[in-house]
Nanobody, 121 residues
Framework: QVQLVESGGGLVQAGGSLRLSCAAS????????MGWFRQAPGKERELVAA????????YYADSVKGRFTISRDNAKNTVYLQMNSLKPEDTAVYYC??????????????WGQGTQVIVSS
């Protein structure tokens, strides 16, 4: 089992920045590829960014390339999502996921509870 707890969401104006954190506990964090998904009202959950267990491979959705950066600190069992130049369309609940497949862009078995991000225009 892996327990995931997200933090760092909030309300920000368009053009602003937020950094999301996901703290993991339980089974060995460093063995999992990690991902950030988001779900906006009325829309399906989508993969935003993912990082391999070593940090050597990263994936970004086209909609966030150049604005978001995913990183991880295996010593702290934490994965981050730095979000810059935020747009109203980034408004969603953001979920941390452990065990994501970068190759198939499918989620793993473990989810956090989600953190709300609201970007005002």
């Amino acid at each position: 089992q892996v327990q995931l707890v997200e933090s760092g969401g909030g309300l920000v104006q368009a053009g602003g920045s937020l950094r999301l954190s996901c703290a993991a506990s339980g089974r060995t964090f460093s063995g999992y590829a990690m991902g950030w998904f988001r779900q906006a009202p009325g829309k399906e959950r989508e993969l935003v960014a993912a990082i391999s267990w070593s940090g050597s491979r990263k994936y970004y959705a086209d909609s966030v390339k150049g604005r978001f950066t995913i990183s991880r600190d295996n010593a702290k069992n934490t994965v981050y999502l730095q979000m810059n130049s935020l747009k109203p369309e980034d408004t969603a609940v953001y979920y941390c996921n452990a065990g994501v497949s970068i190759a198939t862009m499918t989620s793993g078995n473990y989810w956090g509870q989600g953190t709300q991000v609201i970007v005002s225009s």
